[in-house]
């Protein structure tokens, strides 16, 4: 299995340009989500899915979109970059079943500056 | 502990030691919690994890503590290694689902060889 897998692992963006951060797995995992990471910040969850076709916003959604369209993809889309979006990106699976494990997998995340 | 403003609260430990890493959760409601690990450049990877039924738990050379009554969650690495080095980042899941999971800022464990 290759787990979560995140691309690009880097990206430049200007201010007001758009783009679409891919994350994928393999293990079948019904829960998704998306956290970005600041310096000296733990990490903020923007918007989740349990399921697919079903998507929600966490803590800081602003700016973001996402769809889950299949049970493997949960695309992050920025609509409109702005420098305050400048951060380290990570998706994150992990099982539906409560019972058999809270354990979120992570992908190597990709690491975003809006100029 | 947990950090204040922009700057990680570090450790720092000589190899061999034993180190002991501190969160302060925020939701008395929280049922489960978990320790992660991040390496510089890397995702958060799993260390332990304890539910709020337990007060302690043992992975190979990492235990958890959980303290309800003040609301404290420790990790304790035995024999410490270099390669222990990296962020330590707590997070408690409350609501009986395991999508939201809070994060601590984490702690930066710096080993000394």
């Known amino acids: ?33 998306w956290y970005r990471q600041d310096p000296g910040m733990g990490l903020r969850l923007i918007h989740y899915s349990v399921g697919a076709g079903i998507t929600d916003q966490g803590e800081v959604p602003n700016g973001y979109n996402v769809s889950r369209s299949t049970t493997e993809d949960f695309p ?14 990570f998706c994150a699976s992990s099982y539906g079943q409560v019972s058999v494990s809270y354990e979120q997998y992570f992908g190597p995340g990709t690491r975003l500056t809006v100029t | ?48 994890d304890i539910r709020s039924n337990m007060d302690k738990r043992q992975g190979q050379r990492v235990t958890v503590l959980l303290n309800k009554t003040v609301k404290h969650l420790s990790l304790q690495i035995a024999a410490t290694q270099p390669g222990d080095s990296a962020v330590y980042f707590c997070a408690e899941n409350f609501g009986g689902s395991n999508y939201k999971l809070t994060f601590g800022k984490g702690t930066l464990l710096t080993v000394n060889p």
């Not at chain 1, 990206?11 to 079948?28: E, I």
């Not at chain 1, 992050?76 to 990106?89: E, F, G, I, K």
């Not at chain 2, 929280?30 to 690990?37: A, G, L, N, Q, R």
Request: proline letters at 4%; aromatic letters at 10%; glycine letters at 8%.
């Open chain 1, 1 to 33: 299995n290759a787990g979560v897998t995140q691309t690009p692992k880097f990206q430049v963006l200007k201010t007001g340009q758009s783009m679409t951060l891919q994350c994928a797995q393999d293990m079948n995992h019904e829960y998704m989500s």
């Open chain 1, 76 to 89: 992050l889309r920025l609509l409109s970059a702005a420098p305050s979006q400048t951060s380290v990106y």
């Open chain 2, 1 to 48: 502990g947990e950090s204040v403003g922009l700057h990680l609260p570090t450790l720092s430990v000589q190899e061999g030691d034993n180190s002991i890493i501190n969160c302060a959760y925020s939701n008395s409601a929280s049922d489960y919690f978990i320790w992660y690990k991040q390496e510089s450049g890397k995702g958060p990877q799993f260390i332990i």
